[in-house]
């Protein structure tokens, strides 16, 4: 079975700081990572996703994860946040050994203060 | 681009009514997916479709029906509200079915309030 474990349900940070949002997966198998942002009173949309290949991955926005299969992590990353990156993000997973519908994580509060 | 629409932003009803909630989406995916949303508890699935007149239970499809008669619709429907329903629900759509590295695509959300 696949699960995913968002470390921190809340992050404050000031604005231009650098921010790490984790996202740790437990699977024993090929696995499919998502990132994806919900700003307030809106949908999620998908930020970046690290299907195979390099394991850096860049997104929207100035985002970018980095899959490390030894320590089963996919952490999100920007090194100079915006006020307007305040939104929750959901780290998400598939693998080769389960359903193709991802199991979602709990989302990461971003809080990004003037 | 995919465009996922949700019929209600904002939706207030009754204990005991009938609910309704109506997905379209316009780029011909084959999946559909109804979440719950609730603080906390990130995203629940409730009910999912990868195609016509077919669907699957989630984690909590208790209380909740779905129904899809066309490719591009799927509704999820609340038969008797309850209070414990008062939540934001989310529709989402990915192309083919089976396919693990395919993205969502979700919609706007709709937020309801059963009194």
């Known amino acids: 079975a696949q699960s995913v474990t968002q470390l921190d349900s809340q992050v404050p940070v000031f604005e231009e700081a650098p921010v790490e949002l984790r996202c740790n997966y437990s699977?024993?198998?090929?696995?499919?990572l998502f990132w994806y942002v919900q700003y307030p009173n809106q949908g999620l949309q998908l930020l970046l996703k690290?299907?195979?290949?390099?394991?850096l991955v860049k997104g929207i926005n100035g985002f970018e994860a980095e899959f490390n299969k030894s320590q089963t992590s996919f952490h999100l990353r920007k090194p100079s946040v915006h006020i307007s990156d305040t939104a929750e993000y959901f780290c998400a997973v598939t693998s080769s050994g389960g359903s193709y519908i991802p199991t979602f994580g709990r989302g990461t509060s971003l809080i990004v203060h003037p | 681009d995919v465009k996922v629409t949700q019929s209600s932003r904002y939706l207030v009803k009754r204990t005991g009514e009938k609910v309704f909630l109506e997905c379209v989406q316009d780029m011909d995916h084959e999946n559909m997916f109804w979440y719950r949303q609730d603080p906390g508890l990130g995203l629940r699935l409730i009910y999912f479709s990868y195609d016509v007149k077919m669907k699957e239970k989630g984690d909590i499809p208790e209380g909740y029906s779905v129904s899809r008669e066309k490719k591009e619709r799927f509704s999820l429907i609340l038969e008797s509200a309850s209070t414990n329903q008062t939540s934001m629900y989310l529709c989402?759509?990915?192309?083919?079915?089976?396919?693990?590295?395919?993205?969502?695509?979700f919609g706007p959300g709709t937020r309801l309030t059963v009194l």
């Open positions: 989402a759509s990915s192309k083919v079915a089976g396919v693990k590295y395919n993205e969502q695509f």
């Open positions: 690290y299907l195979s290949g390099s394991t």
């Open positions: 699977s024993s198998v090929s696995v499919y």
